[in-house]
């Protein structure tokens, strides 16, 4: 046991040097690689963990990443070839049951010696396009998890620093985006080697003992920091539910969500009792490394919200210490082998959602009003003019609840996601696709209130040559909540349709796998609005005007949810306004 | 030859003037510092203009050139007070600029906010959506422009009372043709208005960052381009008929009339000057290899140059005010951490400093204007590193006393630490920011900084240089001979600079010969593009040096890396030396590279250069004995890192020659700056007056 106390100046210049490292490893990793799922998306996650699988320091890249990595440690221990770590392994990991966030987001993992001990690890890992499942890119019907590709567990792709050719081979063949798949495996050792260098670095600097000390004052700094503010909130059980559309293949059976917070002292349970029995498809969520992880994620943003915090919190394992995460065997957040479990997303992005919500009473300053909380996740695929496969995968944005102190950010990545969108022209000039229409929804409102929910995107990807869509996406029923007087936001909705053909138009369910397209062929995603934040009619009418002539609301909106009554040519008619203003809170009183 | 260079930052407005054996006075330098107007700058730097030529006894006739650098267009873009804009944009497209690249700028928040949405470069109201299509890959025309639809948008815009008009068209880069008439019928419409295309202004693929681009352009075009022509005609008033050059990002001095309207290249015209200074007065004494550290008040501006070259940013990386903005800029990184940055204890007990900056008001505790927080200035003052009676030569009061009580209650008590340690800590954790920003700009690019010199200056950097030096391993601190006016002199060191773009997609493996042929065009109007320009800055053929750059990237990956074309003809010899160029800058940049894979270029970019007539900084007489005496000024105890509080000689610097040594414990004065030499570190003074403080 380490007892060295580092004084606080170098535990913040060790601070600051954990965290440049693991910015520089996920730098790497996204500028090197090919795919635009790593390189435009940054589905990504980069760190350093110690030899209990605590994360020492990870890049801030995408949330879902965040955290996972420890849970693949421990699957890698259970299955390691050789059953030992030798100085220049290197270690590709995807099995979700044996700690993977789901098998397309593959580890890459080196151990790290230092004066011939083993005494950490550097890893990453990013979300590979294809690994040669049933269908091309994403899966959501299928039968269990053999049908989601390849499957490595604690395989080595180099062995005391020499190459595995074999497994390299395999992987290629074994791959409808082959090129992609190796050379970003490529990016992500490279990345890893980059955190072995600079750590040892930062141990011959330090010595051993002090820099192990300062990263355990690290995590417990980070672990104060996330308790003293759970202490802050009153003990109790909160609760709060919702329910899912479907699992991709039964179409009528609604899967409940359900999500209870248990406050005690300075430690959370979070219990999904009662959510969904798991699925006969992928829709399911690996539990070490998804389940657990989108917990900590809500925590992280409801009260160490790094906006509003004057300094950071490190990002390492103290942020995860105090929450503890309860999911029954054989439920849809903790699937029994060999369940496939390929499809997570948006119900760890939902139970977010949930948590929020049900601390609405006691956390009216923190919480937010429903997001769309789900994700549009399309891939796109066909064969070239030589025969081989083309898969573009597509994250899509959705939008933000309305918030204490103002309005729910419009199209963006929402919660536990946070990719960055490919650049249409880019797509344009290199596979067979066009993108006929990128911008905010405008068919539906969002949620009204003092601060209005944000407005989702409708994107229409043209596909110009025959191929297939799978598509994972959510809430086309169940509608983003508004809160505290604010109005519901509005929900989902996916067509297909040709381009010569556009007024008919085929209405999509959330999810669906392996589509077959033809030439011309649109899918139009329309993403969930936000809910409203607070009544509405405490937007000041000059504010609701604003909104009108930024087409954000209606003529008809303005005048029927926030009692504005404005002119054609867009003027505040304030002697209406205050009467009609009046009546409804004059109605809302007699609902009351 | 008179000329001057004039450097407007936060607080001071540095002049530097030289003169000639042309000129009344003979050859000369002046220096000059006035307050900065940041109302107006213009009031500054003419007033400072003025009283320069008044100080050094020339006629103000006399003056040929100005060149300047300024803030004015960031602090628009900060300010938000830009012009109101409009845009006609692609139908089906009206809120790329609104979505952005959809990511946001905290992974755990949900208070944040998105600046692309809460302060638009263009309000949604002012985009309109145009009938008109243009696909690729080749550029042909799916739609036909609506002319009606353009002329119709523009009267509404004009009836808004839009000051500025940007035409952003999905593809552009493939064919302009729908971008041009637009732009045409605008102007017909707002004869008045700053119009201009997304393909003149950045002519790459990638729709958002080329819309955000335009945007800025136009958003910063009017005030910027209103503050130069005014101070144009200002000069004139004033009698002084002298050519107005102005400093651009990428290091570069242009004319009045291309930076009004390419203002979006002069963003960062501010810190160039004092990346291109540091590197001037380095290259004096033969040092090629730096580490530049400009610290000022609230920030600090680091920049690496290897092997005597300034680097530019990947357009990818440059941000300005949230918005993507794909202009050439020096490769540097600005931190918040300067003399103002604050120390705090945050609530679960951490030792921080900064970001926050006490700014110049109310400043440091020690200026006693109000400021109750400690700051760096104050850890400075209470360690002895700074002599409260000579800040600003004894222009500027400050209290010891009032430093001394912000640290013990603001931190020492707080930590249980004593005072010393507290300003020690301080010190330690804000260097270590810096020395991280170093690191990132450095040995994260693959930069050995034992192999570089670090160099500190702006008045607050030179009594930092030794601590930085040791904690990011560089061989030696290089303080140049004037560390405030660095920035302003560097103005005119540099050259006139123009560059242009234009997207050209082509795999160069499989290069065709009619590809071929068409880079070679495009080369060739970019190349007559940019001569002419330089032509028009009066700049003699003989004189332009031209580099012609590819952007490029491996086949399927996100970011270009930049490799040059050797000089002759574009044929396959070229390319393949491009390519192998390319290579090795990615197994540089990266520390791996694809040899097998596909090389495809994005971008053509050339360069247009001539070099101006430079600064002649005069050489020092060499040190005679008993120099060092008369030099000492008083000696006063001073704190050092290790702790040690040592009887500490003061020298003043400007009695030191070429050759001096002085060892360490020691300071060198100056009027507006301090620089330290720790014990068992010795300073020496270059033949060009730079001084050199290493360990022995």
Sequence with gaps: ???????????????????????????????????????????????????????????????????????????????????????????????????????????????????????????????????????????????????????????????????????????????????????????????????????????????????????????????????????????????????????????????????????????????????????????????????????????????????????????????????????????????????????????????????????????????????????????????????????????????????????????????????????????????????????????????????????????????????????ESERHYDVPWGIFGGTDGAVGRTEIYNAANPDERTLMPSKFSGYATQAGDVMAYYSPCGGGYGDPLERTPEQVREDVLDDFCSLEHARDIYGVVLSEAVVIDADATQRRRSEMRQRQAISA | MARIGVDVGGTNTDLILETTERDSIGRAIFKHKVPSTLEDQSIAVMRGILELCNQAGIGKEEVDLIVHGTTVATNISIEHNGAEVGMLTTKGFRDILHIGRHKRPHNFSLHFDAPWQTDPLVRRRNRIPINERVLPPHGDVETALDEAEVREAARLLKSRGVEAVIIGFLYSFLNRDHELRAKEIVQQEMPDAYVCCSSEVVDVMREYERFSTTAMNAYIGPRTSFYLTHLSSQLRENGIDAELRIMQSNGGVATVESCCERPVNILMSGPAGGVIGGHYFASLDGERNLITVDIGGTSADISTLVDGSIKIMNPRDSYVSGHPVLAPMIDLITIGAGGGSIAFVDEAGGFQVGPRSAGSNPGPACYGRGGSEPTVTDANIVLGRLDPDQMLGGDLKVDRALSEQAIREKIAEPLGLSLEEAALGILKIVNNNMALAIRSSSVARGVDPRDFVLMPFGGAGPVHGPALAEEVNAKAVLVPPAPGITAAAGLLTTDIQYENTRSLMCDLNTISDQQLERLQLSMDSLESEVREQLRNDDVSEEMMRISRIAECRYYGQGFELRAEFPAGAIDRIAVNQVIETFHRQHEQDYGYCFEGAVVELVTLRLIGNSESQKLEWPPLAAAQPGDTVDAFLYERETIFDDGSARITPRYDRSRLRAGQFIEGPAMLMQHDSTSLVPPGWVAKVTPYGNVIISQH
């Design chain 1, 1 to 471: 046991m380490n007892t060295i106390k580092v004084d606080p100046i170098t535990l913040q210049v060790i601070s600051g040097a954990l965290d440049t490292i693991a910015e520089e490893m996920g730098h790497v990793l996204y500028r090197m690689s090919f795919s635009s799922i790593i390189r435009e998306s940054q589905d990504l996650g980069a760190g350093l963990f110690d030899l209990n699988y605590q994360t020492i320091c990870e890049s801030e890249s995408t949330p879902m990443h965040i955290g996972s990595i420890p849970a693949y440690l421990r699957g890698i221990e259970q299955t390691l070839q050789g059953g030992e770590w030798h100085e220049g392994d290197v270690v590709v990991h995807n099995h979700p049951y044996y700690g993977s966030s789901h098998s397309p987001d593959l580890a890459v993992i080196i151990p790290i010696f230092h004066e011939g001990e083993l005494i950490a690890f550097a890893g990453n890992t990013a979300h590979h396009i294809d690994i040669g499942a049933a269908t091309p890119g994403l899966i959501i019907d299928v039968a269990d998890v053999y049908a989601e590709g390849m499957l490595l567990a604690g395989i080595k792709l180099y062995e005391k620093g020499k190459r595995n050719e074999g497994l390299a081979q395999m992987i290629t063949h074994n791959s409808r985006a082959s090129t992609q798949l190796i050379r970003d495996i490529e990016a992500q050792v490279a990345s890893a080697q980059l955190g072995v260098k600079r750590f040892k670095e930062l141990l011959t600097r330090y010595g051993k003992d002090t820099a192990f000390a300062a990263i355990e004052q690290l995590i417990d700094y980070s672990e104060t920091m996330l308790r003293q503010r759970i202490a802050a909130i009153p003990d109790g059980d909160y609760r709060a539910e919702g329910f899912l559309d479907d699992d991709g293949r039964n179409r009528e059976t609604r899967l409940p969500v359900v999500v209870t917070v248990t406050v005690a002292g300075d430690s959370v349970t979070v219990d999904l009792t009662g959510s969904a029995d798991q699925t006969p498809t992928a829709y399911n969520v690996p539990f070490e490394g998804s389940c657990k992880v989108a917990a900590y994620a809500a925590f992280r943003m409801l009260l160490l919200d790094s906006y509003t915090l004057e300094t950071p919190v490190p990002s390492n394992e103290g942020s995860f210490r105090p929450i503890k995460v309860v999911a029954p065997k054989g439920s849809i957040f903790n699937p029994i082998f060999p369940a496939a479990a390929e499809a997570r997303f948006t119900q760890c992005n939902r139970m977010i959602d949930l948590i929020i919500r049900a601390l609405a009473p006691v956390l009216p300053e923190r919480v937010i009003a429903g997001s769309s909380a789900s994700i549009s996740f399309a891939s796109y695929s066909g064969l070239k003019e030589d025969g081989d496969y083309w898969v573009f995968l597509e994250v899509n944005e959705g939008a933000y609840g309305g918030r204490p102190r103002s309005d729910g950010p419009d199209c963006i990545d929402n919660l536990m996601a946070n990719t960055r969108n490919n650049p249409i022209e880019d797509l344009g000039m290199h596979l067979p696709m066009i993108c006929d229409r990128y911008e905010l929804r405008d068919d539906v409102m969002p949620g009204a209130g003092k601060h209005r929910g944000g407005i989702g995107v409708v994107k229409a990807q043209r596909v110009l040559t025959p191929g297939f869509i799978t598509h």
